[in-house]
């Protein structure tokens, strides 16, 4: 395995061994940002945090309430050891793994969509995405079919795909390196806190709750935006470093090192979406559906998840900061791949453990890599590698739903199309080793603008 040789970036032809630091570049980003970047809980990063937990609560919903959907639009469960996945939650999992793949899937269209916050700016594209992503969540509540149904969440999803992406890249630009981190956990923090309320509403509001109350309750964020718009500003470094002349829409691929490396990080997002996407998605359906647990007790495990989850951004802060990006990004790669494989390995210890433990790998790799990714690519571009890696991560979810929801029709078992999707992403884990180390960097040395 080659790297670039030391004083050059990743990427520019050279054959050496090393495996680098980035280099500290003159700034050539324009204009001097250093007095206007501020801390991690400021109040404009604490208002992306909260569009963040508006676009998890609205996403998660599906996830949340897969059971309900099947029982709404299936047949009628039938319990019992010798009753097949179909039989026992209404819907088969191939129907099931097609509408989620097609809702995965609209979330290609993030890349555009992300595009148009190095064009327009940060702040407008968070707001008009969040708005109109939820609007739409809202209508999911009064779809008639299943497919229906797919076809509302599918419009929604870019958007609030978008709305996460982009709010981490303003918390990145907004923060300096050794905040950075920090601000991309409360980010990930915050998206999860979103997730972990539709778990918190479907227990409080029974087992005759159903999908249609849930996705109606995103009107909540959806009145909540001009509070939040109210201290949402534009980042410095977008308007000081991306003159008007140079915003354009960038979909095609990046040039020279920028290419390699937005192919080894989208390489690797594809790999953690194929799978989490299944193992997170499958979730619910397992633990009610098959092992048999009330929505209350499901409720219970998603409230352990939030410390486990804290505890975890904690940790992964702290080795990003201290240990370097790149190490602690494989470290979790590897904790996420073998924690999903022993959430599904069929007992309800194993539930538990296996999911809070990939609760808490997830949250260590996302300060981590969501700092390396920001910090690999200038700011004009950087909204846009974003959804690239939206992108990616979306590509992994739905082959790792099809796989999944295959293989444990064909083998009847969920075990083993946990090990399908589990296995491969193991195996990957170490390509995250030919990135440059970008820990200590400023944004205007690490990715110039010229290449």
């Known amino acids: 395995m080659t790297s670039p040789q030391p004083g050059r970036a990743a990427g520019d032809g050279s054959g050496s061994t090393a495996a680098p630091h ?35 609560f609205a996403q998660y919903a599906v996830t949340a309430s897969l059971g309900d959907v099947a029982a709404a639009f299936g047949e009628a469960a039938v319990a019992g ?12 999992a191939s129907t099931l793994g097609l509408g989620l793949a097609a809702i995965r899937l609209a979330s290609l269209a993030s890349l555009p969509l992300s595009g148009l916050a190095d064009v327009h700016g940060r702040r407008r594209t968070l707001l008009a995405t969040c708005a109109i992503g939820l609007v739409l969540s809202v209508t999911a509540a009064v779809a008639p079919t299943f497919w229906a149904f797919v076809a509302i969440v599918a419009l929604s999803r870019p958007l609030l795909s978008t709305t996460n992406a982009v709010a981490g890249v303003a918390a990145a630009e907004e923060t300096r390196s050794g905040d950075r981190a920090s601000a991309i956990a409360l980010i990930t923090a915050a998206y999860g806190f979103g997730a972990g309320l539709t778990a918190l509403a479907r227990a409080l509001g029974g087992s ?30 977008y308007v ?8 354009r829409l960038l979909l095609g691929p990046f040039h020279g090192r920028r290419r390699r490396r937005l192919a080894i990080v989208a390489g690797m997002t594809l790999a953690v979406g194929f799978v989490t996407g299944p193992v997170n998605t499958y979730l619910f359906l397992y633990a009610e559906g098959v092992l048999g647990l009330s929505p209350a007790t499901t409720f219970v495990v998603i409230l352990a998840a939030a410390p486990t989850g804290l505890a975890g951004l904690a940790l992964g802060r702290w080795g990003a900061d201290r240990l370097g990006r790149r190490p602690t990004a494989v470290a979790a790669h590897l904790g996420l791949a073998l924690f999903g494989l022993a959430t599904y390995s069929g007992t309800v210890p194993a539930l538990i453990g296996g999911y809070l433990l990939s609760v808490f790998a997830g949250s260590v ?12 690519f200038p700011t004009s571009i950087r909204a846009t590698s974003a959804g690239w890696l939206t992108v990616s991560a979306v590509v992994g979810s739905v082959i790792g739903l099809v796989v999944f929801g295959v293989v444990a029709d064909v083998a009847d078992s969920f075990g083993v199309a946990a090990a399908a999707v589990a296995v491969p992403a193991a195996l990957v884990s170490l390509i995250y080793l030919r990135l440059p180390e970008t820990k200590g960097v400023e944004l205007e040395d690490s990715a110039p603008e010229v290449s």
Request: no cysteine.
């Open 81 to 92: 050891p010798g009753a097949s996945i179909a039989e026992q939650v209404g819907l088969s």
């Open 208 to 237: 005759t709750f159903g999908f249609r109350p849930l996705f109606a309750l995103a009107l909540v964020p959806l009145l909540l935006l001009p509070v939040l718009q109210r201290v949402l500003v534009e980042p410095e470094r």
């Open 240 to 247: 000081r470093a991306v003159h008007p002349a140079r915003r």
């Open 22 to 56: 980035l280099p500290a570049a003159a700034p050539s980003e324009s204009g001097d940002v250093g007095s206007r970047l501020v801390g991690w809980r400021h109040p404009s990063i604490l208002a992306a945090a909260g569009l963040s937990v508006a676009s998890g």
């Open 365 to 376: 790799y996302a300060p981590a890599a969501g700092a390396l990714s920001a910090e690999l």
